[in-house]
Each structure stands twice: as structure tokens, then as C-alpha cells.
T-cell receptor, first 115, second 115 residues
């Protein structure tokens, strides 16, 4: 079974704090993704990475950065947390190649509250 | 830019009945993939079903099937013999063919199953 784990299920931070969200996958997937999920807005892509040290902006990268130093680990960084970054954050991973095996595997999510 | 629209924020179905969730998308591409993902309450998101645009045959997975209308850019999900465990948020998603492509998600449909 593919496992995608996220470092925290719930997190409470103060405005202005630097926040790290960690994601680890154990399937040697090339692709990794960070989404935020908000009611009525669905999943919106923040950043994705298709290789170590590679990153691509998604649809809403402002206020976020990412780091991928190892293939299995993809970190999302909020440089200075703001209240509008209160959300559910989902990490996902997938193989780079297309085909019947193609699917995104999701982590359990981190619910972040910024006060 | 590709967009995915789910016009039904919430739906309900009686146990053992059939329900259809709607999804439309907008793209100028001819080769792409479509997905339905399921997110049960407080549980991880999982892939339900996948369709390649070049295949005319509709995908099926046990009680789940799709009605893929390429010309109309429509991709609905039919759940037969609904079970209590089908209660979840369902997300329609689109991915363009080719490497390094992101997935675009709809806003989701919350399905309630009534015993």
C-alpha cells in the first residue's frame, strides 16, 4: 500500500509565524503536490514537484514556498502565516509516467488554523 | 486554462438506489484524462475511477461507472446500489496528457446516503 504521511493532523499558529508542513511518501513517486482545500472552492494547487530540487508553481503560490531535498519528502513553507492561510492542506504524490497506474495518492491532510 | 465545474454542491440518495453526479470541463486539448476522487469524512482522498479521453468506452469499476461525452465535455459519475460507505465528498478532476502536468479539481459534491 502506498503511504503518504503528513507531519501533523492539526496545527495552530500565530500570525507572522513561519510554518513548515512536511509530507513523506514511500512509493518512490517522482511527482509530489501541495493543495489547499476550502469549502466551496475544492482543491487548489499551490506547488508541485516532479523531481528532487525541482518545483513548479501551481494556481495559488503566493505566500508559500516549497522544498524538495529528497525524493520522498516535500515540504510546504508559509514564510509569514496570515489568517487567510487557515485551511486544510493536502499533500499528494504520483508516478511521472502515464498509464493505468496513474493516480494521485493523498495524505490525511493538515488542518491549519492561523490566529 | 482548464476548468472543471461541479454544479451540484450537495446530493442525497436512498440506500440501494442509483445516483449520478455531474461534471463538466473546459479544454482545448484532445488528449487528456478525467478522474473521480472520493473523500470520506475525516479520511484520505482516494481514486474512484479514471477515463482516458481517447477511449470511447466508458470506464466502470464495480458499482461505479461514468458517462463520458467528449463533444459535450461532460463526465458524470453513476453510483449504483448506493451504500452507506459511499457517503463522501466527490471531486471530478482533469489532467492534460503529457509529462509534468498538473491536475485540476472541481469544487466537489457532497453525497449523503440515507438509510
Amino acid at each position: 500500500d502506498v503511504k503518504v504521511t503528513q507531519s501533523s493532523r492539526y496545527l495552530v499558529k500565530r500570525t507572522g509565524e513561519k510554518v513548515f508542513l512536511e509530507c513523506v511518501q514511500d512509493m518512490d513517486h517522482e511527482n509530489m503536490f501541495w493543495y489547499r482545500q476550502d469549502p466551496g472552492l475544492g482543491l487548489r494547487l499551490i506547488y508541485f514537484s516532479y523531481d528532487v530540487k525541482m518545483k513548479e508553481k501551481g494556481d495559488i503560490p503566493e505566500g508559500y514556498s516549497v522544498s524538495r531535498e529528497k525524493k520522498e519528502r516535500f515540504s510546504l513553507i508559509l514564510e509569514s502565516a496570515s489568517t487567510n492561510q487557515t485551511s486544510m492542506y493536502l499533500c499528494a504524490s504520483s508516478y511521472l509516467r502515464e498509464g493505468p497506474e496513474e493516480t494521485q495518492y493523498f495524505g490525511p491532510g493538515t488542518r491549519l488554523l492561523v490566529l | 486554462a482548464q476548468t472543471v465545474t461541479q454544479s451540484q454542491p450537495e446530493m442525497s440518495v436512498q440506500e440501494a438506489e442509483t445516483v449520478t453526479l455531474s461534471c463538466t470541463y473546459d479544454t482545448s486539448e484532445s488528449d487528456y484524462y478525467l478522474f473521480w476522487y472520493k473523500q470520506p469524512p475525516s479520511r484520505q482522498m482516494i481514486l474512484v475511477i479514471r477515463q482516458e479521453a481517447y477511449k470511447q468506452q466508458n470506464a466502470t469499476e464495480n458499482r461505479f461507472s461514468v458517462n463520458f461525452q467528449k463533444a459535450a465535455k461532460s463526465f458524470s459519475l453513476k453510483i449504483s446500489d448506493s451504500q452507506l460507505g459511499d457517503a463522501a465528498m466527490y471531486f471530478c478532476a482533469y489532467r492534460r496528457s503529457g509529462g509534468y502536468q498538473k491536475v485540476t479539481f472541481g469544487t466537489g459534491t457532497k453525497l449523503q446516503v440515507i438509510p
